[in-house]
């Protein structure tokens, strides 16, 4: 059939179709649009945090990213070899007038990918659940109207975070990294002094293993001893897990292994590979690992925090044969909606988590890859392609496209830093990522108190406590107070690399197969850690 869009006759294969306010809304399980045009650029969207959402070229590839066996935990990793524009559930194109042209599906399990002049959109779960709609919201014309417009229909399909106003957030990430210890952290909460800071939150390093959330010997006092110090300054206390993965060094791999997230040959499903090990996924279809999620939430809540970011989530919702046979990201929300149950009233962070799956189960969302004390690398633009990897500007070409979703959670951009100690970030790139944690109205830091000039110190002070008023004026533009700031510069793809530094790179890339080289190389980076730590006294 055909409809009208932005004066063009645009032919697609719906089997239903009615106009709604902004576009329409269309419905078939394999939609085809065919456009007038073949688009200038297209919209990536990427399937979790982390993965890259970017308005690409249409004639330049973005090729697989390397190393492949990151692939689980930085992309769909059904379509991470997929060279063709496009990306998970939704997609824009840009019309030769500066308008957009908008496919996004109102259902999981979606993916879009563009063929010369050809979007066409499919759902995955087709014959798994019977009675879908199968939807569509087809839209042209200004982007900021149509993202205003499909975010409004997703939060009627999927609902919306609680909580009102976002925190002040220290991290003890982005210094300390997993060399975290009792004693140095509250030595920090001590400095951190009257600092308009209402969150504490320990991350990555506390716990015995991934999937055995109990203090370490690093943690004497227990984590509800940590809890009770972090409360007596009058902040929430906020903590760290990734309750979705679990380890072999880990009980529940040895106890548990029937828990775990199967493929169709019964083999185990790669979560991806991080702390020198393997990772797999909790089967959130499974009632006992359902009971134990829900208990270990409840365990966190007693513990004393009410500040939870929950991460590597998306191991919930990566391709298998399920306990239960159910949607992939279907099966995500299940677990979620557990998690979110016990959580009770905590605020609830999600990271490297899906999407749109996501939305109406917690109240805040990465929406980006981590950031680093660098702005860009050689190896990770150039040499790997991997627009996921920690660092400044993958961080804020990612998380600029992903503003639009803030009328359904917060958006959190990752933390930022005032400190000139062990960063190279230049002032320009400093302000650019305050900026951007001032759009997004998330504010969170790991400075460490005794790495901060004086000035820095105020500098950090003055940024908790203000509040401008931030007005959306372009693309990637904002006014913030009164001031003009503009990212647009920033968020361009880099050039595609040569013949030879592609070749090069798979080299490298090909390297990573040997995990033990992975392990080795984590080792060198912890190492180097531990020498940067006692230069830098906490
Ligand atoms: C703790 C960290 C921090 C951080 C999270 C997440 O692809 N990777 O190998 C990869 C590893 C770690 C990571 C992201 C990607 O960081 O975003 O804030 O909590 O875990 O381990």
Redesign the pocket.
């Known amino acids: 059939m055909d409809i009208t869009l932005a004066n063009q006759t645009i032919s697609i294969n719906a089997t239903d179709c009615r106009p709604v306010e902004g576009g329409f809304i269309a419905s078939a399980s394999l939609l085809t649009v065919n456009l007038p045009t073949a688009p200038a650029r297209y919209l990536y969207s990427g399937w979790q945090s982390?993965s890259l959402t970017a308005w690409v070229e249409t004639g330049r590839p973005v090729r697989p990213m390397r190393p492949e066996i990151?692939h689980p935990?930085?992309a769909d990793p059904v379509y991470a070899r997929e060279t063709r524009p496009h990306g998970s559930w939704y997609a824009a194109v840009e019309l030769p007038d500066g308008q957009i042209l908008f496919l996004g599906a109102l259902g999981l399990e979606s993916h879009i990918v563009l063929d010369g002049q050809t979007l066409t959109g499919g759902y995955e779960n087709v014959g798994q659940i019977s009675n879908l709609p199968y939807q569509w919201f087809i839209a042209a014309g200004n982007e900021d109207e149509i993202f205003a417009r499909y975010a409004k229909l997703l939060g009627e399909r999927l609902g919306k975070g609680r909580a009102r106003d976002s925190h002040k957030v220290w991290c003890s990430?982005y210094s300390l990294y997993t060399e975290i210890h009792e004693g140095q952290l509250l030595k920090i909460l001590n400095d951190l002094g009257d600092l308009p800071f209402d969150v504490f939150q320990i991350?990555?390093g506390w716990q015995r293993g991934i999937g055995d959330w109990e203090p370490n010997a690093k943690f004497p006092s227990g984590m509800d001893g940590m809890a009770a110090r972090i409360r007596a300054t009058g902040r929430k206390a906020g903590l760290?897990l990734a309750p979705l993965l679990i380890v072999p060094s880990s009980s529940i791999f040895r106890d548990h292994r029937d828990w775990l997230l199967r493929d169709e040959n019964g083999g185990l499903v790669s979560a991806?590979f991080?702390w020198g090990e393997q990772l797999y996924a909790l089967d959130t279809t499974h009632p006992a690992a359902l009971d134990w999620l829900a208990a270990l939430m409840k365990k966190v809540r007693l513990w004393g925090y009410d500040y939870a970011?929950l991460?590597f989530l998306y191991a919930g919702a990566l391709p298998g044969k399920r306990h239960v046979d159910m949607p992939r990201e279907a099966a995500y929300r299940h677990g979620l909606t557990v998690i979110r149950e016990a959580l009770g009233d905590a605020y609830f962070l999600t990271?490297?988590a899906p999407i749109l799956p996501s939305i109406g189960l917690c109240d805040a969302l990465?929406v980006g890859p981590?950031v680093a004390g660098h702005w860009a690398s050689r190896r990770d633009d150039d040499l790997l392609e991997n627009f996921?990897a920690p660092g400044g500007r993958n961080a804020l070409r990612t998380t600029l496209n992903r503003l639009w979703l803030s009328p359904l959670l917060h958006t959190d951009p990752?933390v930022i830093y005032f400190r000139s100690r062990q960063n190279s970030l230049t002032p320009e790139q400093l302000a650019l990522l305050q900026d951007l944690a001032e759009v997004c109205r998330f504010k969170a830091t790991s400075d460490i108190p005794a790495w901060l000039t004086g000035p820095e110190r105020e500098k950090l002070r003055g940024f908790l406590a203000r509040r401008p008023t931030v007005q959306k004026t372009g693309r990637a533009a904002y006014r913030i107070g009164d001031r003009d700031v503009d990212f647009g510069a920033h968020t361009a793809m880099p050039p595609l690399p040569g013949a030879f530094t592609n070749l090069l790179g798979a080299v490298i890339g090909g390297l990573a197969k040997a995990r033990p080289l992975i392990k080795a190389f984590d080792g060198l980076l912890k190492a180097s850690l531990r020498i940067i730590l006692r230069r830098n006294p906490v």
């Open positions: 982390w990151l935990m930085q990430w991350d990555d760290w991806g991080n970011k991460d990271c490297g990465r981590d996921a990752d």
